[in-house]
């Protein structure tokens, strides 16, 4: 892997920060002058313009958008004016709980996806690989809040073996999860499917059987690492799904993490708190985007600096 | 319902030859669906027993019929006596119309970009592919919410927000195939004729393409369908006293212990369509195109 492959996606992630950035501060301008709605109708104009002076509004749009960057790489990303302190705060202590519904999610997300995947593929038509594609095209279209009050209404209130709400014990992550996991699983395990499908077709698969190499060996050692390459890749990339899935989950299980918060601070208009988890969830879209890129390069030699047309 | 989708879809993905078969079951199933959907959104005005803010508070919280109800409301009412029936058939024309327009614009704005980088390339293209990132790396749910955050809601405001879901998938498509058509011999046949690049784009080049972003769009109709309804499910975008098959859930969800009724349907809804549209997406994609595979979303 040479160092101008890393440099190289080095630079488009920044970019990617930068356009986030931007798009962020473009949206706050485009939607109306701050001041204007947060003093009332009545304010004389004098005061208007001591605060559009004290907040640097009377500047030119270039020197306001250099100290607004300024400003986040400072933490400063404004004040929630529904809890009256700093919007960094309020959204940092939301994080562990949605690290903990996520990573629990992606946990089952990668022992079902990719353990259905691999039962799939080796069972190629047969009736567990119908069912388990079956399975995928229902978990992928079904809407992940309709299946939340589904599992909500049998296990909460019908059978009362789990709590349908809140958070403290195990028992709590366990619907939450399950919800949020099953969409993505069912896009991990087709594509469990079909990449090893596709490796086990290679010759040097065909070799490894020639050679008498046990059945069991030759999957877990021979067709699984070679599989796994674009299964990490869509694991990392679709990332994205599993964020934007937790901003509708979450509430549907009163869980306060980030999602909930983002969906009541839109609902509020707490504009400071929407764009710290905005910038938030790019900076993290960003760092895995380029650590997938990178183990993607690091795995696969022959994957270059603008191979990725090749899979677009 | 697992067991019966399990032995009929199979035939869809099998092998080849069995592909070139008549409609199986099941796409025919699907298509009925949908079809029935756009009949219902299409004439929501004559179906619909009631109107979908018609209220009757002596009728709340009725049963559906088959339980016991009313039979006067097929599948019962609501909190405020509203017909959950009548509900659903108008939920369904705003949910189905919202998706229509969503993936007219997504597709437009998408294919129209992604000639545009195929055709300028240098740094138009290059300004395109930025954008392309940068949107697959965000989730768009999260830049749809800040919008709507930032601007307020308004109905066509959400649509258009809406609609903006999935271009990115259209301009890359595009513009990889643009730029493979350019490079055969029949776009360069024509374009030595002194033909007009518009006229050999719109004319030769798009039909040549068009099955991939046909399929694409059964990829992409499925989840404008599901942005829209997460989004009116968390109350942030249909507003009341217009509905949508989300909003009609997120409504239910507070009777749900109660009057089950309210919610079920239109997540019963939501499900059958976009499981149909996939389900027909796939066996589409089979037929137009084998080199296809199915697992490339």
Redo the contacts between chains.
């Keep these: 892997m040479s160092l101008r492959f890393v440099l190289g996606k080095l630079l488009r992630a920044l970019l990617t920060l930068v356009l986030a950035v931007t798009f962020v501060f473009v949206v706050l301008r485009m939607s109306g002058d701050p001041v204007t709605q947060m003093l009332p109708d009545d304010t004389p104009a004098s005061v208007v313009a001591d605060y559009r002076q004290m907040w640097g509004l009377d500047r030119p749009l270039p020197e306001q958008y250099a100290r607004y960057v300024a400003g986040i790489l400072h933490g400063d990303f404004g004040f929630s004016f529904r809890d009256d302190r700093p919007a960094l705060d309020v959204v940092l202590e939301r994080v562990p709980l949605s690290l903990e519904l996520g990573l629990t999610a992606l946990a089952l997300t990668i022992v079902l996806g990719i353990g259905g995947g691999i039962l799939a593929a080796l069972k190629r038509g047969t009736s567990v690989d119908h069912a388990t594609m079956a399975m995928t095209i229902m978990g992928h279209s079904m809407p992940n809040f309709f299946l939340g009050i589904l599992l909500i209404l049998l296990f909460a209130m019908t059978w009362r073996i789990l709590p349908s709400s809140g958070v403290g014990t195990w028992k709590h992550l366990i619907l939450p999860a399950v919800t949020l996991g099953t969409s993505y699983a069912a896009t991990v395990a087709r594509f469990t499917r079909s990449s090893l499908l596709e490796v086990l077709n290679q010759p040097f698969m065909r070799t490894a059987r020639a050679k008498g190499v046990p059945f069991r060996r030759r999957i877990l050692g021979h067709a699984l690492p070679n599989a796994g390459i674009p299964i990490v890749t869509v694991v990392g990339l679709r990332l994205g799904a599993l964020i934007g899935g937790a901003v509708v989950v979450e509430p549907v299980f009163a869980w306060p993490g980030v999602g909930q918060l983002l969906v009541n601070a839109v609902a509020f208009r707490d504009l400071a708190i929407v764009q710290t988890i905005v910038l938030l969830i790019a900076v993290t879209m960003v760092v895995v985007n380029f650590m997938v890129d990178i183990t993607y390069g690091w795995l696969d030699p022959r994957i270059r600096v603008d191979s990725g047309e090749a899979t677009a | 319902m ?2 019966t ?3 009929t ?2 035939p869809a ?2 092998d080849a030859p069995r592909r070139r078969r008549r409609m199986p079951l099941v796409m025919v199933l699907c298509s009925g669906w949908l079809v029935l959907c756009v009949v219902l959104a299409i004439g929501a005005d004559l179906i619909a027993p009631y109107g979908y803010a018609e209220q009757s508070l002596l009728h709340r919280l009725k049963p559906p019929a088959f339980l016991g109800g009313d039979p006067a409301y097929l599948l019962g009412t609501d909190g405020l006596g509203r017909d959950v029936l009548s509900r659903l058939i108008f939920a369904m024309r705003t949910s189905i119309l919202i998706a229509f327009c969503g993936t007219l614009i997504g597709s437009t704005i998408g294919t129209i970009l992604g000639f545009l980088a195929a055709h300028f390339r240098g740094w138009v293209e290059d300004a395109v592919m ?2 392309v ?2 949107q697959a ?7 749809a ?8 809601n308004s109905f066509g405001l959400f649509l258009v927000v809406v609609g903006f879901h999935g271009w990115e998938v259209y301009a ?2 595009t513009r ?1 195939l643009v730029l493979q058509a350019n490079a055969q011999g029949y776009a360069f046949a024509i374009r030595t004729l002194g033909v007009h690049p518009l006229r050999i784009y719109v004319r030769h080049v798009l039909p040549n393409i068009l099955s991939v972003l046909v399929v694409q769009v059964t990829l992409n109709f ?1 989840e404008i369908i ?1 942005l829209e ?2 989004l009116s ?4 975008g249909v507003q009341p006293p217009q509905t949508s098959l ?1 909003l009609m ?2 409504e239910g ?1 507070n009777y ?2 109660t009057a ?1 009724w309210m ?1 079920i349907p239109a ?1 019963v809804a ?2 059958l369509t ?2 149909s549209v ?2 027909l997406g ?1 066996w589409l994609r089979d037929r137009l195109d084998p080199t296809l ?5």
Aim: avoid cysteine; charge should be positive; glycine fraction near 10%.
């Design positions: 697992s067991s989708h399990a032995e879809v199979s993905k099998a930025l954008m990132d940068f790396a965000m989730p768009f749910l999260i830049i919410l800040a919008i709507l955050a930032f601007f307020g890359r498509l990889g499925p599901l309804t997460s499910f968390l109350g942030l989300g859930l997120g969800r749900i212990a089950w919610a997540g939501i499900f976009t499981l996939s389900l796939d595979r199915t697992a490339q979303q």
